[in-house]
Antibody
Framework: EVQLVESGGGLVQPGGSLKLSCAASGFTFSSYWMNWVRQAPGKGLEWVANIKHDGSERYYVDSVKGRFYISRDNARNSLFLQINSLRAEDAAVYYC????????????????WGQGTLLTVSS | DIQMTQSPSTLSASVGDRVTITCRASQSISNWLAWYQQKPGKAPKLLIYDASNLESGVPSRFSGSGSGTEFTLTISSLQPDDFATYHCQHYKNYPRTFGQGTKVEI
């Protein structure tokens, strides 16, 4: 059974930093593109970043470029999101989500999602 | 960026109703479109990919159609478990963007 379990959320002050983690199990993690998608309270979904199965490519939404860094550790079946220079608008539930096609050269949609971890930004 | 616009934002319906949700893209995305269902406090669940392909395990009352810039998600006979928010998402290029969501309520 595919499982994605996020952790690391919490209350952080504006300008602060945090690292989110996603532990994957039930599939060959090293074969899949992985994503972070966020949802601000009461709002829609926003794709944030993704990373190729071997870590050789990373993409970000413009609003987080230069502040967020996505990484992965295939030996530990883990995905990470380093978040720096936090802003109020970064407050959201952050979901880890898997791309559906193993070994794909190009990512597509999201077939499995974790339960999310909540990031609150407040002084 | 490609903008995705869903209509309506909220839809009131009854059990057994046929329900249609529309998603429009600001430019052609061919058939690079997915639909998700989300219930309060839960992660989204994939329903449809490539505009019209039903994800494994999803009931056949769900169907998707369209290509280019206009797409629809249809629920042929609404069931109690279907009251939720539905999101469309393109994956033609970066950034992947979602529609604002359509809430289906009683």
């Amino acid at each position: 059974e595919v499982q994605l379990v996020e952790s690391g959320g919490g209350l952080v002050q504006p300008g602060g930093s945090l690292k989110l983690s996603c532990a994957a199990s039930g599939f060959t993690f090293s074969s899949y593109w992985m994503n972070w998608v966020r949802q601000a309270p009461g709002k829609g979904l926003e794709w944030v970043a993704n990373i190729k199965h071997d870590g050789s490519e990373r993409y970000y939404v413009d609003s987080v470029k230069g502040r967020f860094y996505i990484s992965r550790d295939n030996a530990r079946n883990s995905l990470f999101l380093q978040i720096n220079s936090l802003r109020a608008e970064d407050a959201a539930v952050y979901y880890c989500a898997r791309d559906p096609n193993p070994g794909s050269l190009w990512p597509y949609y999201f077939d499995y999602w974790g339960q999310g971890t909540l990031l609150t930004v407040s002084s | 960026d490609i903008q995705m616009t869903q209509s309506p934002s909220t839809l009131s319906a009854s059990v057994g109703d046929r329900v249609t949700i529309t998603c429009r893209a600001s430019q052609s995305i061919s058939n690079w479109l997915a639909w998700y269902q989300q219930k309060p406090g839960k992660a989204p669940k994939l329903l449809i990919y490539d505009a019209s392909n039903l994800e494994s395990g999803v009931p056949s009352r769900f169907s998707g159609s369209g290509s280019g810039t206009e797409f629809t998600l249809t629920i042929s006979s609404l069931q109690p478990d279907d009251f939720a928010t539905y999101h469309c998402q393109h994956y033609k290029n970066y950034p992947r963007t979602f529609g604002q969501g359509t809430k289906v309520e009683i």
